[in-house]
């Protein structure tokens, strides 16, 4: 978790600076590339779009759909009537910034929903219909006053070198803290892509009303979703969602790149299903979790892999079965020898009030593991072979009484 927070912290400045030292330059195109970057932001949405939808992050699509609206207004590329035509494009940009953060929030705080449900056709007539109010409130036929967007919270000399007014950079601010806020508790490519496209956003206004700055900003903040949903993708093939190590996937290919000294052991949580039966899926899901710590870290120059289930693998590159046992006896010590504690709740009848009240009491479980090793030194075993042998392995450590390992 923490892992994949600080990788979008490090990743989206990191971007960011590479575009700043490109922008000098942006301006100073060739005439026939003006077009190419004017336009460049418009199939990398429609791809971003795509992929949000084949991933069913759906929040992700409507704030991209929202995002080329906003993007066609403020680029001038949609003729609009001479009613909605905004009379002071100032007070506009900052009033399509301010409702595009809004929408942000919502699809923040939000869940996720099939966008041909009813829920989710709503949300595409709220985003179409949306921006039409800031079209309406810098129109000419308007009473609205936009005193109250001037108003000054940072120091005059920070508040002289924004380039949008006090109140409209705080709720960006204020926005960016919650996004950060969200990505601790909750890293995905949902929240690291609106982190990505919030900074894009901020720094593209930064530089309005220069419009090849605008345009060329965008379309790395773009870019940077792109990499966002991908890495998210390859997470998901590659990665188990609950226990965080590699999945099945993930070992068949370093399968395929076995070739000198290797061995490979298989690990099972003893009574797993009875211990699940007895006190519920979720419990079982934090044992899963917690052995998932302790293998991941085995050591022993071991790569680890959820194989399915209550079952783990290790993999051992140029290491025989005797110099990896110790290892796997030291991980079957560590994990045997830690307390797992079981919540659960018992309801006493209160004698004073008639009322029943909830006690939470904690019991500590023994979990242990059985493992069984394999390795092909010295045979023609393939990786599969091995695998087959140390699952056999395992099998007889169960049968001689579970919490042990064998050859």
Request: aromatic share 14%; with cysteine; hydrophobic share 50%.
């Amino acid at each position: 978790m923490i892992k994949a927070f600080i990788s979008t912290l490090l990743i989206t400045p990191a971007f960011f600076a590479v575009a700043l030292l490109f922008l000098p330059w942006v301006e100073d195109v060739p005439a026939g590339l003006e077009m190419v970057r004017h336009y460049a932001s418009y199939p990398l949405l429609i791809l971003t779009m795509l992929l949000s939808l084949s991933f069913n992050q759906t929040r992700l699509f409507f704030v991209l759909y929202l995002t080329a609206i906003f993007l066609l207004l403020i680029l001038g590329d949609v003729k609009l009537p001479e009613f909605f035509s905004p009379i002071d494009q100032y007070v506009f940009i900052q009033l399509v910034f301010l409702f595009y953060l809004l929408t942000v929030l919502f699809f923040l705080f939000s869940k996720e929903c099939d966008i041909f449900s009813l829920r989710g056709f709503v949300r595409l007539i709220f985003c179409t219909a949306l921006p039409v109010i800031p079209l309406l409130l810098a129109g000419e036929h308007t009473f609205f006053n936009p005193d109250w967007l001037s108003v000054t919270i940072f120091p005059q000399e920070i508040s002289q070198k924004l380039p949008l007014p006090d109140f409209v950079v705080a709720f960006y601010l204020l926005t960016m803290c919650l996004l950060l806020i969200s990505l601790l508790l909750k890293p995905a490519a949902v929240e690291s892509s609106f982190f990505g496209l919030l900074a894009g956003a901020g720094l593209s206004l930064y530089f309005f009303p220069e419009m090849a700055k605008v345009e060329f900003i965008f379309s790395f903040a773009l870019v940077l979703v792109l990499i966002f949903i991908l890495q998210n993708s390859f997470h998901l093939a590659y990665r188990d969602e609950l226990t965080g190590l590699a999945g099945r996937r993930a070992l068949r290919e370093q399968m395929d790149k076995l070739s000198a000294d290797y061995s490979i052991a298989m690990l099972d949580i003893d009574f797993f299903k009875k211990f699940n039966d007895r006190y519920g899926h979720d419990v079982g899901d934090q044992v899963l979790k917690m052995v998932a710590q302790h293998i991941g870290k085995a050591g022993g120059g071991s790569k680890a892999y959820r194989y399915g289930g209550e079952e783990f693998t290790l993999v051992f590159t140029g290491r025989n079965v005797a110099e990896v046992k110790p290892v796997l006896e030291t991980l079957r010590e560590a994990i045997a020898d830690t307390a797992f504690k079981v919540r659960s709740k018992t309801r006493k009848r209160a004698k004073s009030q008639g009322k029943r009240k909830s006690d939470t009491t904690q019991k500590s479980v023994k979990i242990t593991i059985s493992i069984g090793i394999a390795g092909n030194q010295g045979t023609d075993n393939t990786p599969e072979d091995v695998i087959k042998i140390a699952d056999k392995a395992l099998y007889r450590a169960k049968k001689k009484g579970r919490n042990r390992v064998s050859t």
